[in-house]
């Protein structure tokens, strides 16, 4: 009898160990942090494509590649709406998250790609650590 009893407290501390392990491994997010996070992951797939786009734009341009006539203007007519979505959408997400700076930086047209590409980047690092609960040296805090 004491054995049954025995193996029922052990069963009982490796589901509670097993219950602890799996809160630690999968932080519940909020809804409102979900969102933001879409809206942040959006932002930044967005401006890292036009900024690619941009740069093989400006590298054929300098260095005279000899592209076909039709490869620069499709160049020029994806990168251009994708500047363009960068410099509102990336407003937008600023002014939800009340992120004042970055905004300023985002609606002054020409630094609206690299200004949503960092943005984007710098909050999605605040969000993970506010999230695991890590410090500046990338430890977990003893919460």
């Known amino acids: 009898m004491a054995s049954r009893q025995q193996k029922q407290t052990y069963r009982q501390r490796v589901e509670e160990r097993q219950a602890r392990e799996r809160e630690l491994?999968?932080?519940?997010?909020?809804?409102?942090?979900?969102?933001?996070?879409?809206?942040?992951?959006v932002l930044f797939i967005v401006s890292a494509i036009t900024l690619?786009?941009?740069?093989?734009?400006?590298?054929?341009?300098?260095?005279n590649v000899g592209l076909p006539v039709v490869v620069p203007w499709m160049l020029v007519f994806?990168?251009?709406?994708?500047?363009?979505?960068?410099w509102v959408y990336g407003t937008y997400v600023t002014?939800?998250?009340?992120?004042?700076y970055w905004m300023a930086l985002i609606v002054f047209f020409?630094?609206?790609i690299p200004g949503s590409l960092m943005y984007a980047?710098?909050?999605r690092m605040e969000i993970e650590d506010e999230v695991l609960g890590t410090?500046?040296?990338?430890?977990?805090s003893s919460r």
């Open 25 to 41: 491994a999968d932080p519940v997010v909020e809804s409102e942090r979900k969102a933001e996070v879409k809206q942040i992951s």
């Open 52 to 63: 690619v786009l941009f740069l093989i734009f400006a590298l054929a341009r300098i260095f």
């Open 78 to 86: 994806s990168f251009g709406p994708g500047w363009i979505v960068c």
């Open 95 to 100: 002014i939800r998250a009340r992120r004042w």
């Open 110 to 112: 020409p630094a609206s």
């Open 121 to 123: 980047w710098t909050r």
């Open 135 to 140: 410090n500046d040296s990338g430890r977990r």
